[in-house]
């Protein structure tokens, strides 16, 4: 198991992977960057770098694009958790991204439904942030493409093959003589992918940063959880502290946690270990060890803890 130090990543110190996924060449998704910071993450590249790899029942990574840079329309099994970390952010989803879509600010978290087709773009002014939180240890086992953006790649020089693995026409590569492409799905498969109404994914699955601020004064706040805000079982649970909910009594963690500031710098101590983080630094706990976080500084402060739970990763639930 990796040390206490080696389980603090800082914003500044994150490796990016610029050819991570299908659309790595296609126009208008070429410049974004992939970032996986606990577990193996979903990416498609031999190029990934990895920060953390232990494993912990979920999967912490981030999506870093400019301006008007978008990600392809794809689908996960498990859970796939965004908050903003810096910029302004537009999530679409549908079959061809019209079924739906809202703008994200800063600190906003959005669960997005298993089983149905979302993309995002950066509409902020500059280079942008999304911290992610993958469901299971293998994220679900990959991504699924809209079968239009694989079409698309293919136009452009990348292969996906069957066993997800991305092969670059324009460096060469090609498809193993034992390994085919990967798949298109079926009109009748895509019929299993719903085109859920604005409604019925802003008012059950999206919270709003300045909402947690207000319900974590006092106490966390529990975002995502089966009495969360946002109610779901996907294997973690995430709450929002603010300086009013801070843990300034050490806690022993039973399950893996993950802290990730949001606002302002916060004071972690991991058993003997102190480090101040900020926005987009994360930190991660393990069975045992003890921890508080608290602000070191006046002014707004926010953070987000992931926390493992007992339940299986895999499709949304409902009650």
Same mark, same amino acid.
């Given at each position: ?10 914003? #500044? ?9 299908? =659309? +790595?060449?296609?126009? *208008?998704?070429? !410049?974004? /960057? &992939? ?105 679900? #086992? ?9 079409? =698309? +790649?293919?136009?452009? *020089?990348?292969? !996906?093959? /069957? &066993? ?116 987009? =630094? ?38």
């Amino acid at each position: 198991m990796s040390t206490i130090e080696q389980r603090i990543v800082r914003y #500044g110190e994150l490796k990016p992977c610029k050819t991570a996924f299908i =659309d +790595a060449h296609t126009p *208008g998704s070429d !410049l974004k /960057e &992939n970032f996986t910071i606990i577990g193996g993450g979903v990416s498609e590249s031999p190029d990934q770098h990895v920060h953390i790899s232990d494993k912990i029942g979920f999967n912490i990574g981030a999506a870093g694009q400019p301006p008007k840079c978008r990600n392809s329309l794809h689908s996960h099994t498990t859970a796939e958790v965004f908050f903003v970390a810096k910029g302004r952010w537009r999530f679409f989803w549908g079959l061809h991204g019209t079924a739906g879509e809202f703008t994200a600010e800063e600190g906003d978290i959005f669960n997005i439904p298993t089983g149905i087709f979302r993309g995002f773009e950066n509409i902020g002014t500059d280079y942008g942030m999304i911290m992610a939180v993958l469901g299971g240890d293998d994220a679900g #086992g990959g991504v699924t493409w809209a079968p239009h953006v694989i079409q =698309d +790649a293919q136009a452009h *020089g990348l292969m !996906l093959g /069957e &066993n997800g693995v991305l092969y670059d026409s324009k460096k060469g590569q090609e498809l193993p003589h034992n390994v085919g492409p990967m798949p298109l799905l079926s009109e009748e498969e895509l019929k299993a992918y719903p085109e859920v109404p604005v409604d019925a994914v802003i008012g059950t699955y999206v919270a709003r940063y300045w909402d947690l601020m207000a319900l974590g004064a006092n106490k966390p706040a529990v975002v995502i959880g089966e009495n969360g805000l946002i109610k779901d079982k996907p294997g973690f649970e995430v709450d929002f502290l603010t300086r009013g909910s801070a843990v300034t009594t050490p806690i022993k963690a039973e399950k893996p946690v993950v802290l990730m500031p949001m606002r302002g710098h916060w004071r972690i101590c991991i058993n003997d270990v102190e480090v101040v983080l900020s926005n987009g =630094d994360t930190a991660l706990v393990m069975p045992g060890e003890t921890y508080g976080a608290e602000p070191s500084m006046t002014g707004e402060a926010s953070l987000y803890r992931i926390t493992a739970t007992d339940d299986p990763a895999g499709t949304t639930w409902t009650r």
